[in-house]
């Protein structure tokens, strides 16, 4: 069983930022793929970024330059730094971790709010 706890979310106003972080734990022996994806009212889960155990990251267009993910593998544990932020950022942000096809298994989610 793994439990994932994310944490960091809140309400910004646009142009600020916000650090989301996500612990795994539990019977877990190695994750080579930790990420985030996002939902908002009424759209689907999209992807945000990714990063794999050896570093490589992946980036949605739409926050690209903007969003930073990093991971301590040491702690699993992923990030999410995310500056200049946007309206269009507000959702639901997800820690996602998988090592296909063996397993995958998702946060609670944390709410983000872009507001002035």
């Known amino acids: 069983q793994v439990q994932l706890v994310e944490s960091g979310g809140g309400l910004v106003q646009p142009g600020g930022s916000l650090r989301l972080s996500c612990a795994a734990s539990?019977?877990?022996?190695?994750?080579?793929?930790m990420g985030w994806y996002r939902q908002a009212p009424g759209q689907q889960r999209e992807l945000v970024a990714h990063?794999?155990?050896?570093?490589?990251?992946t980036y949605s267009h739409s926050v690209k330059g903007r969003f930073t993910i990093s991971r301590d593998n040491a702690k699993n544990t992923v990030y999410l730094q995310m500056n200049s932020l946007e309206p269009g950022d507000t959702a639901v942000y997800y820690c996602?971790?998988?090592?296909?096809?063996?397993?995958?298994?998702w946060g609670p989610g944390t709410q983000v709010t872009i507001s002035s």
């Open positions: 539990g019977n877990i022996f190695s994750i080579p793929l």
């Open positions: 996602n971790i998988r090592d296909p096809p063996y397993y995958e298994d």
């Open positions: 990063i794999t155990s050896g570093g490589t990251t």
